[in-house]
């Protein structure tokens, strides 16, 4: 059994690289389910007061899909669980979440993904981070077209987006949960591109054989 996560900031090629390599190893994909999440355009119109029910949302569609990915041969996961604390410890910091709701949601979070007799790892074997500039996710949101993510519909999310990638630097580099590799978004166009396509398949495939998961 292969569970392999994807991880990055937003509009990075998460889901587009979950299908490619889906397809590629015979796994299920599993998705976010973004179309079907009542509370996330909720959030996007008031961070504040959503923050913490967003993410309680989260852990619980995640958790299920997690407990479902561990039963599959292989699977390959378009987010990974350890990204909502991110988001939701960015919201703290620039005093638009409450720290007592993030120290809550972080225990939750532990508890739920604690190890403990007849209740197995959730770790996925490999965590795969798309590295993008804000170009590129800005290019990459505006091209998917969701309207609560455009900045024509609100100019502020700017500085949103600038701030989740500098908060997405160094948490990828303290991640170590699981072993983990970085692709380069903005390099490799992997969703038009075949060749790229092809190249990033091939690091993934060095990746898991290193890790004896091919
Ligand atoms: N490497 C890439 N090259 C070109 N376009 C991309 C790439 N990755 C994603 N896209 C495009 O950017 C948009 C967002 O991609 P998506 O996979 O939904 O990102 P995420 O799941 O990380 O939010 C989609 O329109 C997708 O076709
Ligand atoms: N934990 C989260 N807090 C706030 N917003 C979140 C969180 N997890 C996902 N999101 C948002 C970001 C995007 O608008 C959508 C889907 O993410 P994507 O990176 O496009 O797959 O949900």
Redesign the pocket.
Same mark, same amino acid.
């Given at each position: 059994m292969t569970v392999i996560v994807?991880s +990055?900031? @937003?509009?990075?090629? *998460?889901?587009?690289? /979950?299908?490619i390599l889906a397809e590629h190893l015979g796994s299920q994909g599993f998705y976010?389910g973004v179309d079907t999440n009542p509370i996330l355009p909720l959030y996007y119109k008031d961070m504040s007061h959503y923050t913490f029910l967003l993410n309680v949302y989260l852990l619980n569609h995640r958790l299920a899909q997690i407990n479902q990915a561990i039963q599959e041969k292989n699977a390959v996961s !378009?987010?990974s669980i350890y990204e909502d604390a991110l988001f939701f410890k960015m919201n703290v910091d620039s005093k638009i979440a409450d720290a007592t709701e993030f120290k809550i949601y972080d225990s939750l979070l532990h508890n739920m993904m604690a190890e403990t007799p007849g209740n197995p790892s959730k770790k996925p074997d490999l965590l795969i981070y #798309?590295h993008v500039s804000l170009d /590129?996710m800005l *290019?990459? #949101?505006q *091209?998917?077209?969701r309207s609560y993510e455009q900045l024509s519909s609100d100019p502020s999310l700017k500085a949103y987006y600038e701030r989740l990638l500098k908060y997405y630097e160094p948490w990828f580099e303290n991640y170590d949960e699981s072993p983990k590799m970085m692709i380069d +978004?903005d390099k490799? !166009?992997?969703? @038009? !591109?075949e060749d790229?396509k092809k190249e990033v398949i091939q690091l993934v495939d060095a990746k898991l054989t290193e890790l004896g998961n091919l």
């Open positions: 994807l +990055g900031p @937003i509009g990075a090629g *998460k889901s587009s690289l /979950t299908s976010e !378009d987010r #798309i /590129t *290019k990459r #949101i *091209k998917r077209g +978004g490799y !166009d992997f969703v @038009i !591109d790229a």
